[in-house]
């Protein structure tokens, strides 16, 4: 069974730094597949924010994000990361990893990512 568990969430001013991990667990397809980090603030829809295709060699952005995220892997570890730098009081959100078995979904479609982990939470002061 395909488990991801994130950890890094937490509190930074606006303009602060936060990273983000997911420990990939029993995916046979981690070095090959799509894997991405994703948002939802209360109230909103669950958004993407990057993804990373064929173990690093491709990586995808959100506009709102282009800059200052920076996604990536260990593959010896089979961990995605998100560095998140000059962080805004609208990146705060709870922060989920995701991952299918095939190439990135059109548009990075919720729908089309079959595993996800619990979350991590990330909140930013002004």
């Known amino acids: 069974q395909v488990r991801l568990a994130e950890s890094g969430g937490g509190s930074a001013q606006a303009g602060g730094s936060l990273r983000l991990s997911c420990v990939v667990s029993?995916?046979?397809?981690?070095?090959?597949?799509?894997m991405g980090w994703f948002r939802q603030a209360p109230g909103k829809e669950r958004e993407a924010v990057a993804a990373?295709?064929?173990?690093?060699?491709?990586?995808y952005y959100s506009d709102s994000v282009k800059g200052r995220f920076t996604i990536s892997q260990d593959n010896s570890k089979r961990t995605l990361f998100l560095q998140m730098n000059s962080l805004t009081p609208e990146d705060a959100a709870m922060y989920y990893c995701a991952a299918t078995d095939t190439w990135c979904p059109a548009s990075l479609r919720t729908a089309g990512f079959a595993y996800w982990g619990r979350g991590t939470q990330v909140t930013v002061s002004s």
């Open positions: 990373i295709y064929g173990g690093g060699g491709s990586t």
């Open positions: 029993d995916f046979p397809y981690y070095t090959s597949a799509c």
